[in-house]
Each structure stands twice: as C-alpha cells, then as structure tokens.
C-alpha cells in the first residue's frame, strides 16, 4: 500500500489456496507456473519502460 501510495506501479494478485513459497513449486504446481509467468511479464514489462526511458533521455541529451 505504501508503495502506491508514493507512486510505484502495483498489481496485487492472490492465488487462492496456495501456501507461502509455492512459487518454488513450478515442476508440481500449475498455479505456481501461472504465477511465475506472471511475475515474468511484469518484470519484462518494467524492464522494456525503463529501457524505452532510457533511450529516449540519451536521444533528448544527443540533440540538445
């Protein structure tokens, strides 16, 4: 809540029924692949911003 409260980009989600530390139960889990997948694709989604973030800063500070 802090976290979004200052800003950040959050997604909650909760996998009902599932204990703490399934992630690290992908090979006899599904809902632990889903999950991982999840993570996955927020995490790529972040990383391609902040590059696209990056790239557009050095292409302003190359023509100024």
Do not use: I, P, W
């Amino acid at each position: 809540q802090r976290l979004e409260r200052e800003g950040t980009s959050v997604v909650y989600r909760e996998y009902d029924d599932m204990v703490h530390g399934f992630l690290l139960m992908g090979g006899v889990l599904d809902t632990a692949n889903a999950a991982v997948a999840d993570c996955s694709r927020a995490l790529r989604a972040a990383f391609d911003a902040a590059s696209n973030a990056c790239v557009t800063a050095a292409k302003t500070k190359a023509t100024a």
